[in-house]
């Protein structure tokens, strides 16, 4: 009997990859709301609500038209762009929350960050799915859900707290920064996998 619990190194990158990148997001968004609310003229607990909000309608929309986009495209190096975009933004929006002044800047921020996740997700599910394993797709999807979104996030915030209290927000905020730069470094990686991948190509197994 074929072992499918082998995982190609497509899908090794890419969950390392947004493990990182969600460790990153785990180090501030735990207590961003105590950010933006000591440190942001006008910060009130109804500008946290609204932010997020921007963030989230910013986010979708713009995911929904990214990802419409990339499947008319023929080639993958479309998705790994958008990809490689997402995370480089993502290096400098996390020192953004040290620049704002006010609500208004904010919200700004709020639909950068929410155009450069879209760019990520969008594109990362699709490479995702290109090169998942034939016959291992609920075990490396559920990889995705475990290691690179669950435990990701609770690692992140189980020292969130802690980092701020003895270091302060700037510390968490460059920390954050240089996690999505090791993420962007990783992601080069990929590169290989996926300049020649064509879409109506699908569970190809990419072992070595």
């Not at 006010?102 to 990362?124: E, F, K, P, R, S």
Request: charge should be positive; glycine fraction near 6%.
């Amino acid at each position: 009997m074929k072992n499918n619990a082998v995982i190609n190194n497509a899908i090794k990158t890419l969950l390392a990859f947004i493990f990182i990148f969600n460790v990153s997001a785990g180090l501030y968004l735990p207590i961003i709301a105590i950010y933006i609310t000591e440190n942001i003229v006008g910060g009130t607990l109804i500008v946290v609500g609204i932010s997020t909000a921007v963030y989230s309608i910013s986010k979708s929309v713009i995911q929904v038209l990214i990802a419409r986009g990339l499947d008319k495209k023929s080639k993958e190096t479309s998705d790994f762009m958008f990809l490689m975009t997402g995370i480089i933004l993502a290096v400098f929006y996390s020192l953004g929350y040290l620049l704002i002044q006010n609500h208004v800047q904010l919200y700004l921020l709020q639909i950068i960050i929410g155009i450069a996740d879209a760019c990520i997700m969008a594109a990362y599910y699709a490479i995702f799915s290109h090169h998942i394993d034939k016959n291992s797709q609920g075990f490396e999807w559920s990889l995705f859900s475990t290691v690179g979104l669950t435990l990701s996030t609770a690692l992140g915030g189980i020292f969130s707290g802690y980092i701020a209290l003895k270091y302060g927000f700037s510390f968490l905020f460059i920390l954050s920064a240089v996690l999505n730069l090791v993420a962007a470094i990783l992601l080069l990686s990929l590169f290989p996998y996926v300049k020649n991948f064509r879409k109506d190509i699908h569970y190809k197994n990419t072992k070595l």
